[in-house]
């Protein structure tokens, strides 16, 4: 969590790294089908570069939710207090 509130106050936002995973997915898909055309000595390098790329997106896709929660958090913090400053005393 603390990583995620760091990426938060930095600004990156949970959109931005969710859109990162799903770009991880598509250049880990682009390496698997270039290492198809490889010879068979650089297939393996390029298959583990494939499979090393693959390990990203689920690992982004979660630091994506966890910063998605703390601004849905900070909303309903946002709303409460905008709420009892308009409350008469």
Known sequence: ??????????????????????????????????????????????????LFVGLWPATLWLMGQSISEIERIERIERMARIERIGQPR
């Open 1 to 50: 969590m603390r990583i995620s509130r760091m990426l938060q106050r930095a600004g990156v936002r949970g959109a931005y790294m969710e859109a990162a995973s799903m770009v991880g997915v598509a250049v880990c898909i682009g390496f698997w089908m270039r290492a198809k055309g490889c010879d068979q000595d650089e297939r393996g390098n390029a298959e583990r570069r494939a």
